[in-house]
């Protein structure tokens, strides 16, 4: 209840500033919709980051994922009928999974669903966006599956920025190693009653934005399906896929195998086992799922693989 109370607070609070922010790599100026400059800091990784008017924004294709290969390794909880959910989120370990190349990316994603509208966010390892093979934030929405509609981040006019803390495309600072410290951060979004609008949160404390009722209607009114898992995408021309996760899978070992944990929807439900679908592709797998009554797990399950070339069996 305190997180619908403090989104709501932020909603209506921030809702004016119509910022946008595009990472340029390079000196940048933050314009807002009087055209008054405002200086930006740099992150830890001296990443700088130009706002500007979301309607401003210049075009980013999202990729069509008809011919493309994705994999993915999860949980999935599909609303009964006439029912809709309103939030989702985990607290998803971080990991750096090794990327075959530009073309590839890896990700540990949360997704909702109704209709062909559909948002993902978490983190993602993805080269050819970003310019690098670090773990950041990302985020994505399509109208329509991605046929004509839809972009990563705010890379086209959409999603509109709330926070100036908190990029689209942080990089991570802390990774988790198998058997060594792990990290993990909480990830979420929930539905503003009233608005149908949906906000994308970090940490509890932080609204990074929200995307609009007026691009993504059938969501406006709820999600009918929520995933929470890993995905690896390959270019269709490619025969070997990326690592998942920590690129290791063994089974009820939580520091080895890239976790999520505090899964939840509606704020406070658990997936319950009866009703949620697990899935595994060629190379990656979903396991150790189970409601674990210390509030710190609460919720969870392992995903993750080495990925490979295709044809060849894979062992964990």
């Given at each position: ?33 009087n055209n008054e400059a ?247 797998y979903e396991g150790y ?17 080495k990925g490979g070339k ?7």
């Amino acid at each position: 209840m305190a997180l619908v109370i403090f989104i709501t607070f932020l909603i209506s609070f921030l809702s004016f500033d119509g910022f946008e922010c595009k990472n340029l790599g390079g000196s940048a100026e933050l314009i807002n919709h009087n055209n008054e400059a405002i200086s930006v800091a740099k992150t830890v990784y001296g990443d700088i980051y130009d706002c500007i008017d979301i309607y401003k924004q210049p075009a980013f294709n999202h990729p069509a994922l008809s011919n493309h290969k994705i994999q993915f390794a999860g949980i999935t909880v599909n609303a009964d009928p006439g029912k809709k959910y309103g939030a989702a989120q985990a607290v998803i370990n971080i990991y750096n999974p090794k990327v075959v190349g530009p073309g590839h990316y890896s990700s540990a994603t949360i997704a909702i669903e109704s209709g062909e509208n559909q948002i993902q966010m978490g983190w993602i390892v993805h080269p050819q966006l970003y310019g690098d093979y670090r773990t950041r934030l990302y985020s994505s929405w399509t109208a329509d599956n991605s046929r004509s509609t839809g972009c990563f981040n705010n890379n086209c006019p959409g999603f509109v920025v709330l926070s100036r803390d908190m990029p689209l495309d942080y990089a991570f600072p802390s990774i988790s190693q198998p058997e060594e410290q792990q990290y993990d951060s909480l990830i979420g979004l929930a539905l503003v009653n009233g608005t149908g609008e949906w906000l994308l949160v970090f940490e509890f404390n932080t609204v990074i934005g929200y995307w609009p009722n007026s691009i993504l209607p059938n969501l406006a009114s709820g999600a009918e399906t929520i995933r929470w898992g890993g995905q690896v995408f390959t270019p269709p021309s490619d025969d070997t896929s990326s690592q998942m996760g920590s690129g290791l899978f063994r089974n009820g070992q939580r520091r080895i195998t890239c976790y999520m944990r505090q899964v939840t929807y509606d704020e406070t439900i658990s997936p319950d086992k009866s009703s949620l679908q697990t899935h595994d592709s060629r190379c990656y797998y979903e396991g150790y799922n189970f409601y674990d009554k210390d509030s710190y797990w609460a919720y969870s399950f392992l995903f993750g693989g080495k990925g490979g070339k295709d044809g060849v069996t894979c062992i964990y």
